[in-house]
């Protein structure tokens, strides 16, 4: 007999399975998971500066650096100097990565339709509309101090 599991361990083995299934009907266009989430981000932040888009994305700045350098010498990325402060590189899709966001969006919907195999469509609305109270609550929690005792008790 298995134990219920808690929210935690079970929103990480969603979201791992959800990557690992994606990442299986995504070989074929030879992008690393990271390289489909610069393109993802970049898609909707055209023109950003690459640092703001290592925090969106929650990586290491030179980590960024690595993978846009690389993808730039794929044709899928382009750096730009800043108009005003030439230390600040702005970031922009190439022509060539547009038909990858095409690939990768066909890619996301039938990786979700999987996951939501056997869901009616209500069902689906309320889990999404419950999964983003809880990451509202969890941001305004995070902001907030912890009681001290909280932390000794929690």
């Not at 969603?14 to 266009?29: C, D, G, M, P």
């Not at 547009?98 to 990768?104: A, F, K, Y």
Request: hydrophobic share 40%; proline share 4%; with cysteine.
């Amino acid at each position: 007999m298995g134990t219920t599991p808690t929210l935690g361990f079970l929103l990480h083995d969603v979201a791992r399975l959800l990557r690992k299934r994606f990442e299986q009907r995504s070989r074929a266009a030879r992008l690393t998971r990271s390289q489909w989430q610069v393109l993802a981000y970049l898609a909707g932040n055209e023109g950003i500066h690459q640092s703001a888009l290592a925090e969106l994305l929650d990586i290491e700045p030179i980590t960024l650096v690595r993978l846009i350098d690389r993808m730039e010498a794929r044709g899928l990325v382009e750096r730009r100097h800043h108009a005003t402060d030439r230390r600040v590189w702005l970031l922009f899709l190439q022509p060539e990565a547009r038909p990858l966001l095409e690939i990768m969006r066909h890619t996301g919907h039938l990786t979700r339709e999987e996951a939501f195999s056997g869901i009616s469509p209500a069902e689906r609305d309320r889990l999404l509309q419950t999964l983003s109270l809880i990451k509202s609550n969890l941001l305004d929690a995070c902001g907030q101090p912890v009681e001290e005792q909280e932390a000794h008790h929690g």
